[in-house]
């Protein structure tokens, strides 16, 4: 073998491809060029994406390019691989919706609307694990958004989704969801019903109140900051009804 490197014959050139390259031994390193390639940004993935989807007469829109680039996450072949499914099925495959779903839900708190959203990704036979594994990505999306450092590999328009995110949810809310949800995940693998453990999730991340752990604290002080920072009084726990009904069997 190394003679054949140090010597190939004319018509031949040897490319050797590893993603370990710590592993390649001296004596073969000290005998070949390296060069290292690295993940795509978004826009020159979608360029090709176009190119590829032009020269192949795919009759697919830009909707089908966005969708393969967030799929492919910064490899060309992953992306590649994605727009051999979309073609094939003719679509973009709806799995966005519960995630969506589910967002909306945690930003409004409202662990009802949560729980349904699962109920229906269930019915439609999504797996709890993926459907939290792609909850956790579109949450660190917003974090590393929220933290000037936005995923470059993301389209543009998902970016600037995960940017209003962040800044919706905002720091201690993002953390706790995370890691909330990365325990859930280790938890799937043991217990009877996965679906269950999710639920449990997204209810202690809907209402912080019923939870006592430190970063579920956190949160409920980042809410009382921005009440105070916005200058709207927060709604006192005794406090009448708007209109001055006071309720039966309220004391004075």
């Keep these: 073998l190394l003679k054949s490197l140090e010597e190939p014959p004319a018509h031949v050139v040897f490319i050797l491809a590893t993603t370990d390259p710590q592993k390649v031994l001296p004596t073969i390193r000290s005998r070949t060029q390296h060069f290292e390639f690295h993940l795509l940004p978004a826009d020159e993935l979608a360029e090709h994406v176009r190119h590829v989807i032009a020269d192949a007469g795919l009759d697919l829109g ?43 839900a945690l ?10 959203a699962v109920a229906e990704a269930a019915s439609s036979g999504r797996d709890p694990r993926t ?14 958004a929220l933290m000037d450092a936005p995923d470059r590999h993301l ?3 998902d970016r600037a989704r995960a940017t209003e995110l962040g800044q919706t949810l905002g720091a201690a809310r993002l953390t ?23 639920e449990v999730a997204l209810v202690r991340l809907c209402r912080p109140e019923a939870d006592t752990s430190p970063e579920a604290i956190l949160d409920r002080l980042e809410r009382l900051e921005r009440t105070v920072a916005s200058g709207v009084p927060a709604a006192s726990p005794g406090a009448a009804p708007a209109g001055g009904v006071v309720p039966p069997g309220a004391g004075p």
């Design 176 to 198: 706790r969801a995370l890691e909330v949800l990365g325990e859930s995940l280790v938890e799937l693998a043991r217990k009877p019903d996965p679906r269950i453990v999710l």
């Design 62 to 104: 830009e909707d089908a390019v966005q969708w393969v680039i967030r799929q492919g996450g910064g490899s060309a072949r992953d992306t590649l691989s994605a727009l051999d499914q979309v073609a094939a099925m003719g679509r973009v495959p709806g799995e966005g919706q519960p995630v969506d779903a589910l967002l909306d």
């Design 107 to 116: 930003v409004a708190r409202d662990a009802g609307a949560a729980l349904v």
């Design 155 to 157: 389209p543009e328009a």
């Design 131 to 144: 459907l939290g594994e792609t909850l956790i990505a579109r949450l660190r999306d917003a974090f590393l």
